[in-house]
C-alpha cells in the first residue's frame, strides 16, 4: 500500500485555477491523501486574521469550517460554492482530507514557503497563459514555482482563448 500524500493546490478561483483542481482530483489524489487548497491573499490585503497570521500563514482550516461564510470573511476570501461543492466531492468520492490555508504576500514566494511549511509531497498551480511580453514584464508565478518549490509541481495550462 502507497503512502499517504499531501499535495498542494494553489487557489485563486480563476478558471485555471479551477482546471488545476479538476486535473489533481483525476490525476493524483487518492484515499487517505491530504488535500490543502493555498490561497494567497495580497499583502496589502487587511482581514481580521492577517494580524494574527501573517507572517505563518493562517492554521490549517477543515472543509466543514473551510464552507462557513465567516470563514471567507474573516480571511477576506472569495466564496466560491462551485470550488467548495467539488471539495466535498473529493472528499467523498476520494476518501482524501481536505483542509484550506492562507498567506498573505506574493504568491510566488509564498507558495513555495507553502511546499516547505506543509511538507508537500507535490504542488498543482494553474497557468494564467500570459504571452511572452506579459511573462516577461509580469513574472509568472507558475516558472517561478516550478524553478524554485522543493517538491514536483504540476502546472495545469487552462483552455486556449482565441483572442490573439
Not at 467539488?86 to 498567506?103: E, H, I, M, P, Q
Not at 511538507?119 to 498543482?124: A, E, P, T, Y
Amino acid at each position: 500500500m502507497e503512502k499517504a500524500c499531501t499535495v498542494g493546490i494553489a487557489m485563486d478561483y480563476s478558471p485555471t485555477s479551477k482546471a488545476a483542481l479538476r486535473w489533481a482530483a483525476e490525476n493524483l489524489i487518492d484515499s487517505g491523501d491530504m488535500v490543502v487548497l493555498i490561497q494567497v491573499q495580497p499583502p496589502k490585503a487587511d482581514h481580521t486574521r492577517k494580524q494574527l497570521f501573517e507572517a505563518t500563514g493562517s492554521p490549517l482550516v477543515p472543509l466543514e469550517e473551510f464552507r462557513e461564510i465567516n470563514y471567507s470573511k474573516q480571511y477576506g476570501l472569495s466564496r466560491d460554492p462551485e470550488v467548495l461543492d467539488f471539495l466535498d466531492t473529493v472528499s467523498r468520492t476520494k476518501g482524501a482530507k481536505v483542509v484550506a490555508k492562507v498567506y498573505w504576500g506574493d504568491p510566488r514566494e509564498k507558495l513555495c514557503d507553502a511546499v516547505d511549511d506543509l511538507k508537500l509531497d507535490s504542488l498543482v498551480i494553474g497557468s494564467r497563459g500570459l504571452g511572452p511580453i506579459k511573462r516577461e514584464l509580469l513574472g509568472s508565478v507558475s516558472n517561478y514555482v516550478v524553478t524554485n518549490a522543493s517538491c514536483p509541481v504540476t502546472v495545469v495550462k487552462g483552455a486556449q482563448s482565441s483572442k490573439p
